[in-house]
């Protein structure tokens, strides 16, 4: 059971858009960073949005991001087939001192 | 090209030992926190240990006690030496470069290893 809650899968087709929901608590997502890693098949994570909503350079303003109270989101636009991927969330836990992740949600391109 | 390589991982019997390296490049390792994250089979990001650019380190609570981490900022290396293994512990091993120094200001990490797998079995 993950400290942050993703829906385990989401599907669009190509040209739509998509949003992945992640849900914490007061101790995590409230008052800290969240941050989103792409984890393409059998590759590495790798960072698509930080601090909230910013998308570090490379990645495209397809990708966006918010943050609200104890939950943030993530949304795809102008779904392409290689988005196919595994989307997780991540926030600093308090009661922890690192990060804890959402379970990852399992994005397919129809 | 900023990168950082594991290696080290390996099959190694219930309570055994094991050392994991991971070289960086492309950056001034000695300004940034560094961190170690696993992800068993089929599972989740689960966070290990890290240690900031001060040599401060921390633990999650799974790994306390049996798990090190160390780094050498003249040779731009991290290690994590594990100790006591379970089969729990089994899992691909990421080495994980943090967003700025001090590991408990709450930043996340920005650039992932490809991962070392670690493999706990009689």
């Known amino acids: 059971q993950s400290v942050l809650t993703q829906p385990p899968s989401v599907s669009g087709t190509p040209g739509q858009r998509v949003t992945i929901s992640c849900s914490g608590s007061?101790?995590?997502?409230?008052?800290?960073?969240v941050y989103w890693y792409r984890q393409l098949p059998g590759a590495a994570p790798k960072l698509l949005i930080h601090?909230?909503?910013q998308r570090p350079s490379g990645v495209p303003d397809r990708f966006s991001a918010s943050r609200s109270a104890t939950s943030a989101s993530l949304a795809i636009s102008g779904l392409r087939p290689e988005d196919e991927a595994d989307y997780y969330c991540?926030?600093?836990?308090?009661?922890?001192?690192?990060?804890?992740f959402g379970g990852g949600t399992k994005l397919t391109v129809l | 090209e900023v990168q950082v390589v594991e290696s080290g991982g390996g099959l190694v019997q219930p309570g055994g030992s094991l050392r994991l390296s991971c070289e960086a490049s492309?950056?001034?390792?000695?300004?940034?926190?560094m961190s170690w994250v696993r992800q068993a089979p089929g599972k989740g990001l689960e966070w290990v240990s890290a240690?900031?650019?001060?040599?401060?380190?921390y633990y999650a609570a799974s790994v306390k006690g049996r798990f090190t981490i160390s780094r050498d900022n003249s040779k731009d290396t991290l290690d994590l030496h594990m100790n006591s293994l379970r089969a729990e512990d089994t899992a691909i091993y990421y080495c994980?470069?943090?967003?700025?120094?001090?590991?408990?200001?709450?930043?996340?990490?920005?650039?992932w290893g490809q991962g070392t797998t670690v493999t706990v079995s009689s």
């Open positions: 991540s926030a600093w836990e308090e009661s922890l001192g690192g990060p804890v």
């Open positions: 007061e101790s995590n997502i409230a008052g800290n960073y």
């Open positions: 240690i900031s650019a001060g040599g401060t380190t």
């Open positions: 601090r909230n909503n």
């Open positions: 994980a470069k943090g967003e700025v120094s001090e590991w408990l200001l709450r930043y996340g990490m920005d650039v």
């Open positions: 492309g950056f001034t390792f000695s300004k940034f926190a």
